[in-house]
C-alpha cells in the first residue's frame, strides 16, 4: 500500500544572524522564514484561538527559535517566550512563503 507522508525537507539551514530559518526541499524549493514569522503561524490550538478574537500572539516583541524537534510529520517549534505546543507540519511549512 502506497501512502502519500508529506515530505520533509532535505536540509534545515540557520541563519542566526538574521534570525531566519531555510527549510530546503528535494526538488529545491526554499522556504525562508522569520523566527518571528514562524511564532506568528503557530498552528496550536492556543494560537489559533488568539488570532480569531484579535489577541497578541507572544508578549516578546521579537522572539527567538531556541529548538525544533523533530514529530515525524513535521516539527515542534520552540521559541524564547516559553510557547513549545506549536506542531508545524512539513506540508503546513512548505506552502508556507
Not at 72 to 95: A, M, R, S, T, V
Request: net charge neutral; aromatic share 10%.
Amino acid at each position: 500500500m502506497h501512502t502519500n507522508l508529506p515530505t520533509k525537507p532535505t536540509d534545515i539551514r540557520f541563519d542566526v544572524e538574521h534570525d531566519l530559518i531555510h527549510f530546503i526541499w528535494e526538488n529545491e524549493k526554499t522556504v525562508t522564514l522569520s523566527h518571528d514569522q514562524l511564532r506568528q503561524a503557530c498552528p496550536c490550538a492556543f494560537c489559533r484561538y488568539n488570532k480569531i478574537k484579535k489577541l497578541p500572539i507572544s508578549s516578546m516583541q521579537h522572539v527567538q527559535v531556541i529548538q525544533l524537534n523533530s514529530q515525524g510529520y513535521g516539527i515542534q517549534i520552540c521559541f524564547n517566550d516559553g510557547h513549545d505546543k506549536g506542531i508545524f507540519p512539513w506540508e503546513y511549512l512548505k506552502n508556507m512563503s
